[in-house]
């Protein structure tokens, strides 16, 4: 962690390439300067002109030292992301930290950033003829081959009902619609509605309960046993008690905030409408995440994501900013420019108020210091000698270059007394 924060330190920020090529134009530029400057009071400043002129060229060089210039910003960034590291926020790099300023929508991944992404077995729906006890120990033997959170809410729920689980045969999963295997000699399918219509299995019977079920923020999934819909299993994840204040807060500065979800279109307007959020992608297949993300940025967005899984890792890589949740998986982690320690959404409400006062000290390094110059130079060519007699000595002008640069610093140092806002559950 301590290097992943030193080697952000030291990277530079898109703002500090464009001051680098200024000052690459600037200091020639100020030589020019200066050499015409001696040659002015050479020939046309009172005598001694030598020098005069001589103090003159050495008074521009000393003053216009393009110390403050490139100090502006890297001292900025280093107190910055200094300062998310404080509040457990690794960000990873400075173009990571200028680009969050400009966010101005959030995807938010249902599962695990929005919810607890800890799911667990609420209701047990059968058809008629059909035992609720059978159906759940058919569809719990068969998610037992699954790695998928729901399907270990399942498993979860049959074994605190001491139901005793089967061996899957021929397990097979169909990323984005489900499972399906042969369990004690009975073909199972475990899925959505599309999965289902794909097998030919009629699901008419059941489409009321699925309704219900979803209206109340659950994701209902079917099964099938044997070519047949015989019920439905639901289950449940809870959400986060901080997300809905976060989500406010995200709105507050200014940011769109969008869910993104595999589940159903019911069930995922039923959460969002939980944490306030209106805009839905729901029955996302994993593989698309990264699409819904591109589709976000043509509409002349700058788009920042939040997830934790295996499958959000395309879509945070895509994204103007990738948030991963600490909590999550590493390939997310790896995949991402900012890693929230935490796994709160709060932090990135805070990555963002960071970002945004990092960026304002910045800028006000660098009209401080381009200020400085436009008065200091003009000053140190001797502008002011015809009308008040003023000249600067080459120890004052070394006085001034160093309190520029002291400036800038102190400047800077202010953002350690930037305080988070205070989010309640």
Known sequence: MIRMVKDAQGSKAPIQRVVDTVSAYFVPAVMILAILAFIAW???GPEPRLVYATIVFVTTLIIACPCALGLATPTSLTVGIGKGAENGILIRSGDALQASEKLNAIILDKTGTITKGEPALTDVVVTQG???TEVLRLTASLERGSEHPL????????EARSLKLSETEEFAAIPGHGVSGRIDGREVLFGNAKLMRDRGIAIETLQTDWERLAEEGKTPMYVGIDGKAVGLVAVADTVKPDSKAAID????????VVMLTGDNERTGRAIARLVGIERVLA???PNDK???????????KAVGMVGDGVNDAPALAQADVGFAIGTGTDVAIEASDVTLIKGSLVGVVTAIEISRATMRNVRQNLWGAFGYNSLGIPVAMGVLYPFIGLL???????AAMAFSSLTVIT?????????PRRIAS
């Open 130 to 132: 059909n035992a609720e």
């Open 411 to 419: 400047n800077a140092n202010r953002l350690r007394l930037f305080q």
């Open 290 to 300: 990264a699409h819904e993300v591109q589709k976000l940025q043509l509409e002349g």
């Open 42 to 44: 050479y020939n046309f």
């Open 151 to 158: 399907g270990e809410a399942i498993v979860k729920g049959a």
């Open 283 to 285: 029955e996302v297949l």
């Open 249 to 256: 807060a995200l709105k507050a500065l200014g940011i769109e």
């Open 392 to 398: 600067l000595s080459p120890l004052i002008a070394a």
